[in-house]
Nanobody, 124 residues
Framework: QVQLVESGGGSVQAGGSLRLSCQAFGYAYSSSSMAWFRQAPGKEREGVAGRDTDGKTTYADSVKGRFTISQDNIKNTLYLQMNSLKSEDTAMYYC??????????????????WGQGTQVTVSS
């Protein structure tokens, strides 16, 4: 049974940093594309960053230059380093894993496995 467990969320002031982690159980990160999504109240879930199996990374325009996605295949952990946080980054953040897909897609329907989410709140 696949389980994704996120951690690292919290409350910070604008301009601050957080690092989210997503540890996988029963799943090998090297096998399929992984991604981070977020959802703010009243808004649709949106793709934030993704990583293909060949290491290629993709970012939403709103986070380019501020967020960095990475993964440690030995620890089976996906990370999202978030710097220069803004109030509009406030949302529930989810990690997601594809099943058999090697490339990132911003369409949430492309992901089979999801974590429970971790809240990020940025105050201005």
């Amino acid at each position: 049974q696949v389980q994704l467990v996120e951690s690292g969320g919290g409350s910070v002031q604008a301009g601050g940093s957080l690092r989210l982690s997503c540890q996988a159980f029963g799943y090998a990160y090297s096998s399929s594309s992984m991604a981070w999504f977020r959802q703010a109240p009243g808004k649709e879930r949106e793709g934030v960053a993704g990583r293909d199996t060949d290491g290629k990374t993709t970012y939403a325009d709103s986070v380019k230059g501020r967020f960095t996605i990475s993964q440690d295949n030995i620890k089976n952990t996906l990370y999202l380093q978030m710097n220069s946080l803004k109030s509009e980054d406030t949302a529930m953040y989810y990690c997601a894993a594809r099943y058999g897909g090697s490339c990132y897609t911003s369409n949430s329907y492309g992901y089979r496995y999801w974590g429970q989410g971790t809240q990020v709140t940025v105050s201005s």
